[in-house]
């Protein structure tokens, strides 16, 4: 692979990402999931990088789930995402920062149909007046917050207490890449690198000393969709997205699978578990699955945070041969205790999948 | 005769038309812009249909080359200005020549591959375009992969850069089908072991001898698989998996091989258009040199002393580039003596 | 193992790598012109048995090329011998032969 013809193309998908004042606006489902990403990204963004982060907690969904799901028109989706405009008007912020890539799909798409259907906004603005007498304005920028963290991924380098890099050998971590398929399949501009070689991530792992590992099955996506698993009948369809990236990545061994949608990162990690419980195949080394962690729960990481208060201890692939490898630090004894050091009681084990209590 | 025509681009038109001109007791100037003549003809090996070497088509063209004809390679022509019915020619050094007819020969050049970013050229080793195998074929008599071992398996792609609207190619390049059939022949007579796939939309097999080429080819064992290429990814060890629909079963189909070869278009060259707008002429829809009239003048433009011939009207062959640079000489000639 | 009510599905692509076309060589050896089919349809579009069952010859040497051989002989036993798919084929390819060639080789295997 000449590394040369990525940056090339990399280099063509440039975007603008806002460097500070930023309006955060969560997602539906990532605090079930990863309960300890959205609060990693504060601490990052405040704590660490000294931004101004706005995190409001007026806002809705942007009903994109309904939206792919087809329980919620077009028009209603639009209606709410001007209200969620709205609310960010009202904050005086310019600057809107989605958490899940679904959600940065949605406005993409919608600002482009303002763009070039400029009646449909002002159906919307009527919409909204007449529902909840709120007035909206397009943001100045529009960017995922993996934009913002892959902006800054200098800086957090900087003050990395961990590199990507494993103890044991000095070698770079091997790191694939899973880029949720709204945040640059519909528009390959509004990615940074592009859809066909997307960079945001790839760029982070650089950065903090990992080896970005392209392998061949790198664009396809991991099957979440919204239709796809919401029925149990549909469920198979998704898991075999999934199950084709692994089969896909499993000869590059990698160590670890970084992700920036809420869904691909609960999917990835999640069907692993699935599939080694349902057909007693796993991907990792020796019975261990491939850890799959969002960008955040990286940046924590490399910036020394820790891991359960990360939330990692809710990954259905074990994380501690990361952290093992990395030379984190952390307390095996307080993976299942909460606040106040409770004890929260152990999950059961799966059969096939290792798993350390 | 003292009158002097200008011919712009020194490839096998623009010779065969110097020469014609020669002949007929014309002084030819014949501007080149690389430092030799005959322009993208140099580049290949060998031709269809009957697979004789290029380089002996080029040659036997300059043989004719006249005395009369002034060659001036590594010559770029910036502008053409016309008033009171003769040429100014303006060359990139500043000087400029006087003609009483222009010959526009300019060419084409080949689309650049890396930016159909899906393929991969640029980024995987192994995905080359139609022009490095000629190279390969040259040096090494056959194909070769990057790390010097001989591949196994060759995927040919037709129509890159060509009927595609995402990058703005939306015509057929004619001549890449016959010379992918003519490759894939090649690869087949060379490593007689090696598996040869060629992926298709339609096959444009429309000069003599054409047809016969594709069947020559299924005899030899090259399969065709009606289905364009969505993407490639490298494997390990840098063989390329590629995906297709195999249309005719209505199924998705991928493979791995070793070696893919993409079928480059053929583009008007950027600096044509610098000449033709000096001289008020337009491009046609697809970006080549506009002609007067596709049936009774395709070798004139809408100015009167204006000439053009081959392959910067369009994607040609060519014998065709050839006999239009015949057509071309032929029609100076004429206009030059009704003056 | 556990069920959780789905499971993942058989791929539809065809893998041309894991692909078995040992028959297709073998027709191809013993009746050349077997390689030399342009898939025009001409022989399906006439064909006698078509009209009325799904069978289509154009399909089934695809099929046979592709390695998918499940179904081939069934397919093949469709066929009436008629012959008028070998007057239209534009290329000259023996089609008869070749249904005869793999009714042999089904014979052989019984």
């Keep these: 692979m000449k590394i040369d013809g990525k940056r090339k193309i990399w280099k063509d998908y440039q975007k603008e990402i806002a460097d500070d004042k930023f309006y955060y606006v969560r997602s539906c489902i990532r605090q079930n999931f990863f309960p300890g990403s959205e609060a990693a990204f504060l601490k990052i963004l405040r704590d660490v990088l000294k931004k101004d982060v706005y995190d409001d907690s007026h806002h809705t969904t942007c009903s994109g789930i309904g939206y792919h799901t087809e329980v919620v028109p077009f028009e209603t989706t639009m209606t709410v995402v001007g209200r969620n405009f709205s609310l960010m008007k009202e904050s005086g912020y310019r600057n809107y920062v989605p958490s899940c890539v679904t959600s940065f799909g949605i406005y993409t798409e919608i600002l482009d149909t303002w763009h070039h259907l400029p009646k449909v906004e002002e159906r919307i603005h009527e919409n909204l007046r007449i529902a909840t007498k709120r007035e909206f304005d397009i943001p100045d920028n529009l960017a995922h917050t993996s934009d913002i963290i892959f902006k800054f991924r200098n800086e957090i380098a900087e003050k990395a207490k961990y590199k990507l890099i494993n103890k044991a050998t000095g070698k770079p971590l091997k790191v694939v890449d899973h880029i949720g398929c709204h945040y640059a399949k519909m528009f390959p501009a509004k990615g940074v690198g592009g859809a066909e070689y997307p960079y945001v991530l790839a760029g982070m792992v650089e950065a903090w000393g990992g080896e970005p590992i392209d392998y061949p099955e790198r664009r396809h996506c991991c099957g979440f969709g919204f239709r796809q698993y919401l029925i149990k009948a549909n469920r198979g369809y998704s898991i075999s997205g999934s199950k084709k990236k692994f089969e896909s990545m499993e000869p590059y061994k990698p160590d670890f699978i970084i992700t920036n949608c809420p869904g691909c990162a609960y999917f990835l990690d999640r069907w692993q578990y699935g599939l080694a419980e349902m057909e007693g195949k796993t991907y990792g080394e020796d019975g261990h699955g491939i850890p799959s962690l969002t960008y955040e729960e990286v940046a924590g990481l490399v910036l020394g945070f820790d891991p359960w208060e990360l939330g990692l201890q809710l990954h259905q692939v074990p994380v501690e041969s990361l952290l093992d490898k990395m030379g984190v630090s952390y307390d095996p004894d307080q993976k299942f205790k909460g606040l106040n050091n409770e004890d929260l009681g152990k999950p059961e084990s799966p059969k096939n999948l290792k798993f350390y209590k | ?339 | ?110």
């Design chain 2, 1 to 339: 005769m003292d009158k002097s025509v200008a011919v712009i681009g020194g490839g096998v038109a623009g010779i065969e038309t110097a020469s014609i001109l020669g002949h007929l007791g014309y002084n030819v100037i014949l501007f080149e812009k690389e430092n030799q003549l005959g322009g993208n003809v140099l580049s290949w090996d060998r031709l269809f249909p009957s697979r004789r070497p290029a380089h002996e088509v080029v040659t036997e063209s300059m043989s004719a080359l006249t005395t009369r004809c002034s060659v001036h390679t590594s010559t770029t022509v910036k502008s053409i200005n016309k008033s009171n019915g003769q040429f100014t020619v303006g060359i990139d050094n500043g000087k400029s020549f006087d003609a009483s007819a222009v010959v526009l020969t300019t060419g084409f050049e080949l689309f650049a591959a890396e930016k159909k970013e899906e393929y991969g050229f640029g980024i995987f080793e192994n995905v080359i375009t139609s022009r490095d195998l000629e190279q390969m074929f040259k040096k090494h008599g056959k194909p070769v992969m990057a790390n010097g071992n001989t591949p196994k398996r060759v995927a040919f792609i037709h129509c890159v850069g060509s009927r595609d609207e995402k990058v703005n190619k939306a015509y057929c390049s004619k001549v890449c089908c016959v010379t992918a059939v003519k490759q894939a022949i090649e690869i087949k007579e060379a490593l007689p072991g090696t598996e040869v796939f060629n992926f298709y939309m339609d096959l444009r097999m429309f000069g003599h001898g054409y047809e016969q080429l594709y069947k020559e080819a299924q005899v030899l064992g090259v399969t065709f698989v009606r289905g364009r290429l969505s993407e490639t990814n490298e494997t390990t060890g840098g063989s390329i998996i590629v995906k297709v629909e195999d249309t005719l079963a209505a199924k998705p189909m991928r493979l791995t091989v070793d070696l893919v070869v993409l079928m480059v278009g053929m583009n008007p060259k950027p600096e044509t258009e610098g000449i033709l707008s000096s001289l008020g002429l337009p491009v046609n829809e697809d970006g080549f040199v506009g002609i007067k009239d596709a049936h009774t003048a395709a070798t004139k433009t809408n100015t009167e002393g204006v000439f053009v011939a081959g392959a910067c009207t369009g994607p040609n062959n060519i014998t065709d580039s050839i006999n239009s640079a015949r057509a071309a000489a032929l029609q100076v000639h004429s206009y030059l003596n009704h003056k």
């Design chain 3, 1 to 110: 193992m556990a069920d959780f009510g789905y499971g993942s599905m058989k791929s539809n692509v065809c893998d041309l790598d894991k692909a078995n076309r040992d028959l297709a060589l073998s027709l191809s050896k013993k009746e050349p012109t077997f390689d030399h089919c342009i898939a025009c349809g001409s022989c399906t579009a006439t064909c006698s048995a078509g009209k009325f069952t799904n069978f289509s010859f154009r399909s089934l040497c695809h099929a046979i090329r592709r390695g998918e051989t499940a179904s081939v002989y069934k397919e093949a036993s469709k066929c009436m011998l008629c012959g008028k798919c070998t007057l239209v084929c534009p290329r000259g390819v023996n089609t008869r032969n070749v249904i005869l060639l793999i009714r042999e080789v089904n014979q052989n295997l019984r």
